[in-house]
């Protein structure tokens, strides 16, 4: 295996940063706007923030690393996609919830699983127009148009029309997985006995048959041309992680992620990507701390579909795979997106053959730019709080 003991470049210092946001400003509208044809989708109300908000929750990272697992075989990748007699299941290597993803196992269904596509972007631009639509009242509704022109997607004519095509297959996608979960729903009182304080205990639900989102595809023929827009109404966990009157699960998504290239060809930006949707805006709620947090190299690949099973890897793969992750988080901290990066101090060993297993057991340290720190939950009613 090949020795590569030192890092391809010089971890950055903490540099300048911009003032967070302090508050979403409303965007009006036309109020004569048609209902029918929509003039303005909500991805684009959406991305007129240079930071729009996205669901953060259990669900919303475990779909995430679903997606992101897809381009590879069945079957290779750790954490990844596998066979489970007539299912095709996702088994995310952080158990979260005991969220479960599942398809069909049909040949249409792995033939998709195992192509490369855009899913991740469509997936992430569809949470973002739901979070504006829920925020101010509007039903959701995307374009296929307007997902075109966020992800930078600048050809026109016939490789325009088929790039429409493939994410309306992606977005057909999104509705048909099966989602099971679990979720607390709050307390209940349990009285052990006359005289004696009660004990509080949680109550659990459980849901089977669950959906990601319901898609409505509506097309509309002017000039020539079909344009093509998409109704989405969520499944039932948005009503536990996306109800601002019970627990609001969001976070602040950088709208120039979404341009980066998903290309295997551009390394730093296909690993920047991928590290940004792992790192900030699907992780389960968890990285909104103002303080440096900390991800552990061997499940942040794998989170991001990018760890393949021991007998998968070649000779030239970890010394291949940390270049890449390193040019990605650099991209990152060049885009404003993390203000500082470090390994934290773990004992590296010099030996050919052992670097690479020391090197994936260490841990990063990683700063949020101070524009995306967020809190992901709403305030707590005064009735709830005990007066001192």
């Given at each position: ?22 508050e979403i ?13 929509p003039q ?131 977005l057909k ?216």
């Open positions: 295996m090949q020795n590569n003991t030192e890092s391809v470049f010089s971890w950055c210092q903490p540099g300048s940063v911009e003032p967070a946001d302090t400003e409303e965007i009006p509208t036309d109020p004569e706007e048609s209902v029918f044809v303005t989708s909500s991805v684009d109300m959406a991305l007129r923030y240079d930071r729009p908000f996205v669901a953060n929750n259990p669900i919303t990272e475990t779909f995430c690393q679903a997606v992101m697992h897809t381009g590879s075989p069945i079957g290779t990748m750790t954490g990844g996609w596998s066979i489970d007699g007539d299912q095709l299941v996702f088994s995310p290597f952080r158990v979260n919830g005991s969220v479960r993803i599942s398809l069909p196992n049909t040949d249409k269904n792995r033939h998709f699983l195992e192509s490369p596509n855009t899913l991740p972007d469509s997936y992430a631009l569809c949470l973002a127009a739901l979070s504006w639509s829920r925020r101010n009242g509007r039903p959701v509704v995307i374009s296929n148009n307007e997902i075109l022109n966020a992800v930078g997607f600048s050809k026109y004519g016939l490789d325009r029309s088929n790039k429409a095509e493939l994410i309306s297959n992606e996608q999104l509705s048909l997985f099966d989602l099971e979960y679990s979720k607390l729903i709050g307390r209940v009182q349990l009285k052990k006995g006359k005289g004696k304080k009660q004990q509080q205990g949680k109550g659990v639900v459980s849901f089977r048959g669950d959906r990601l989102f319901n898609l409505v595809r509506m097309d509309f023929q002017t000039d020539n041309h079909t344009h093509a827009f998409w109704n989405i109404t969520p499944g039932q966990w948005a009503y536990y992680y996306l109800n601002p009157e019970e627990f609001d699960w969001v976070t602040k998504f950088p709208r120039v992620v979404f341009e980066l290239d998903w290309r295997p060809q551009r390394p730093a930006e296909y690993f920047g990507k991928k590290l940004a949707y792992s790192l900030v805006g699907f992780s389960g709620g968890t990285t909104t701390a103002k303080g440096p947090f900390k991800r552990n190299v061997s499940n942040l690949l794998c989170a991001i579909g990018e760890l393949p099973l021991p007998e998968h890897r070649d000779n030239k793969w970890a010394s291949r795979t940390r270049d890449r992750m390193e040019r990605g988080l650099l991209r990152l901290v060049d885009m404003n997106v993390l203000s500082h990066i470090d390994y934290s101090e773990v004992r590296q060993t010099n030996s050919n053959r052992y670097w690479a297993k020391s090197w994936l057991n260490s841990n990063l340290s990683l700063q949020l730019h101070t524009s995306l720190q967020t809190k992901t939950y709403t305030k707590r009613s005064n009735k709830n709080v005990k007066k001192k």
